[in-house]
Each structure stands twice: as C-alpha cells, then as structure tokens.
C-alpha cells in the first residue's frame, strides 16, 4: 500500500478509552470493575502503557479520549498527566480533541484540576448523585454534597467550562420534591452536561441484596415513571436538551461527542481490564479481573480476552437498541442502507401497533419513542426485534 493509501486506511473520528479499575471503597449499588487495593496502581499503569505500546499502530485517529472507572481521579496527578503523555507520544490524535475525566468529588482539588488541564483534559464528569448526604450515604458514596459543590468550583476555578455532572434518582422513599431540589441544585452549578440515572438493582451488590432480604423496597415503576418525566420537563425548561434517554446538553456542543460514538457505531478502543473495543466488524473485549490483565502483559501479549464478529441480526438487534435510546431515534435511511432491508416492509405491523399505543413516532425519516414511550425503552425494543 502507498503511504497516501495507508493514511486513507486510518479511521478518524474515533474514541479511546481507558479504564481505571480502582475506588477508594465500593458503593452500595455498584457492579462495575474496581478494585480497592490502590497498592496496584503503579503495577496496573505499568501494563496499561505496554498495552498502549503493543496498539501503537491500531489505524485509528481518535478524537474523544475518555478516563473512566472506577475512579480515575484516586490516581495521583502526576500519574494521570504520564498516562496523558503516553497517550499523545503513542497515538494519533485529533487536533481538537474532546478529553474526559471522570472525577469523585472527594478525591480531586484545585491542583489537581489545574494539572488535568495542563495534561489536555477539557471536560470534567463529576459523579455527584445527589445533594443530599442521606442519600449519598445510602448509596455509599465516599463524598458529601458539600464536597462536591466545593469541587465543581475548584474546577471551574482551574478552567474548566465543559462541566458534567452525574445524578441518581428513584431511591426508595425519594419523593417528587426532594428529587426536584436534587435537580434544581445541579442546575444551579450551570454543568454543561447531566447524566440522570435511574437506581438499578445489580444481581450481587449489596444493595441488591438488602432489596432480596426486604431491608429496603425499590420505588415502584409508576412512581419511578413519574420521577423520569419530572426530570425531563424540568431539565427542558431549564434549557437542557435530552440527547439520549438519560443525558442533557445545555447545547448540541456539549453532548457527550464520546459517548455518541458507543450509540452511533463509531470505532472505539478500550484499554485497561474489562474494556471492550470496536473496529468494524470485529467487538473485542479485555481480560476483566486485573490480575488477568498484568499477566498477559508482563509477557507482552495483547490483554484481549474475546473477539468476535457479531451477524447482521445481532447487530440490527444493537442498532434498534441504541437508535431508541437518542432522542433523534433511528436513521431509517441510514438502517436500511447498512441491513438492506426496507424497514416498513419488515416492522410496519409492529410499528403501527406502537404508534397506536403512543409509544413510538415515524416521520422524516426517523424512528423515536415518544416521552411516553421512554419508559418502555426494552420492551418496545424487543418487540421490534420479534419482528424480523
Ligand atoms: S465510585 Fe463509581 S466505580 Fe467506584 S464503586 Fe462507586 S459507583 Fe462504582
């Protein structure tokens, strides 16, 4: 291949992400991949720069870069900017570049913040989850909600304006009010970009294990409904667009660019344990458990624990599934170039229905669920899945 064929070859527009596997302790509701020993830090760094080294020539140029965890915020500055170097020295990367660091409230401060932008990082995700300390101890947060107001001003004293913040809501007993005064608090703080999450019940946390022991007792779906549709009027009328079913931009600009590329097909790498990564055609994933990881690559070898090359019905089942979840919903056009299909021939009867149902929407050219049909999100998917 030429060089001008090989530069041709390269993928713009593509994400990186790195998992940071680490917490200072594990919160009620978490199932994700994190560990609280922070002594394998320097081990677990080690590895990611010789996995970065082995990936060098992935044909990818990225334009998102995306620290998430765990918490990569327990990582020492320092630490994080070396990661940073390592990243720009191996890789190619765009010249305008959208760089997120997910932040803990209680483990960064104004230092901190002045070194992450010195390392390149443009956007700050804080996981607030709330602004009230019973709640933050129910869920077993580490921080306080004055922790966090206290570290959003210290990044915006730093710089930094792309701003988001993470919220959880539907607790048991959470009422309509003070979820509101949650929201109205974020808001306050003028965050670029919200993140509202519904509390789920993960199978082996421990919070689903007092729901199994009846210690607790989840919100009841109508009530957990009624929360989700607050937040959406409230947050529109505070001029926040919902992008996706779960998160707002103040402005198209400030829509999380690396989260799109996950609902829009766009090619990812992941690196670090457990992170999965996609080039077309090929999903491929990371040995989850960090021993795993450091193992394969104390001896040099790629960390990649599956690869697989999903057929055209599991991807059209990812595309339904993802297309719903944005607020533009599916790209009919677009869908039936990539499955050579003609999508009212196939889901016309099924669509039909979820219209008369008041669950779904088509017109110019797209397929959405309506605010009402949001809180049907899987199971109006599976029905259009049943179809074909
Ligand atoms: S800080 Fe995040 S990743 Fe860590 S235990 Fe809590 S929810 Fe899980």
């Not at 990661?83 to 305008?96: E, G, M, S």
């Not at 009841?220 to 947050?235: G, S």
């Not at 297309?323 to 990539?338: A, M, S, T, V, W």
Request: hydrophobic share 35%; with cysteine.
């Amino acid at each position: 291949m030429t060089e001008d064929g090989a530069a041709k070859a390269i993928k713009k527009s593509a994400g990186l992400y790195i998992h940071v596997p680490f917490c200072l302790c594990k919160c009620q509701y978490c199932d994700f991949n994190s560990d609280t020993n922070l002594s394998l830090i320097p081990v677990y760094i080690n590895a990611l720069f010789r996995e970065m080294r082995l990936l060098a020539d992935v044909p990818l140029c990225f334009d998102t870069i995306y620290l998430g965890g765990g918490t990569p915020s327990v990582l020492k500055p320092t630490q994080i900017r070396r990661i940073f170097t390592a990243i720009y020295t191996i890789f190619r990367i765009d010249p305008n570049p959208e760089v997120t660091i997910e932040v803990n409230p209680k483990t960064a401060d104004f230092k901190a913040f002045e070194m992450y932008r010195s390392a390149g990082i443009n956007r700050i995700n804080f996981g607030v989850q709330s602004f009230k300390n019973e709640n933050l101890k129910f869920l077993g947060r580490i921080h306080s909600w004055e922790d966090a107001v206290y570290g959003i001003a210290q990044a915006q004293r730093a710089g930094f304006e792309n701003i988001g913040l993470d919220l959880i809501y539907g607790l048991p007993g959470q009422t309509r009010n003070a979820w509101m005064d949650d929201l109205k608090r974020a808001v306050d703080h003028r965050p670029a970009h919200l993140s509202c999450y519904m509390l789920t019940y993960e199978p082996g946390t421990p919070l689903d294990e007092k729901r199994r022991k009846g210690i607790i007792t989840p919100m009841p779906d109508e009530e957990a409904a009624e929360l989700f549709d607050l937040t959406i009027a409230f947050l529109e009328d505070q001029g926040y667009d919902q992008y996706e079913i779960s998160n707002y931009a103040c402005s198209p600009e400030t829509r999380s660019r690396h989260n799109l590329k996950y609902w829009n097909f766009m090619p990812y790498l992941g690196l670090g344990p457990g992170a999965h990564s996609y080039l077309h055609p090929f999903r491929s994933w990371n040995y989850l458990n960090l021993s795993d990881y450091v193992e394969r690559l104390s001896k040099w070898q790629v960390p990649s624990e599956g690869k697989e090359k999903p057929d055209p019905e599991q991807r059209m089942i990812e595309a339904i599934y993802l297309g719903l979840r944005k607020r533009e919903g599916i790209d009919i056009p677009q869908f039936e170039g990539i499955f050579d299909l003609d999508f009212r021939k196939i889901f016309g009867k099924t669509l039909k229905e979820l219209e008369n149902e008041g669950m779904v929407r088509t017109g110019r050219g797209r397929c959405r669920l309506t605010r009402y049909g949001m809180r049907f999100l899987d199971s109006v998917a599976s029905r259009l899945c049943a179809a074909f």
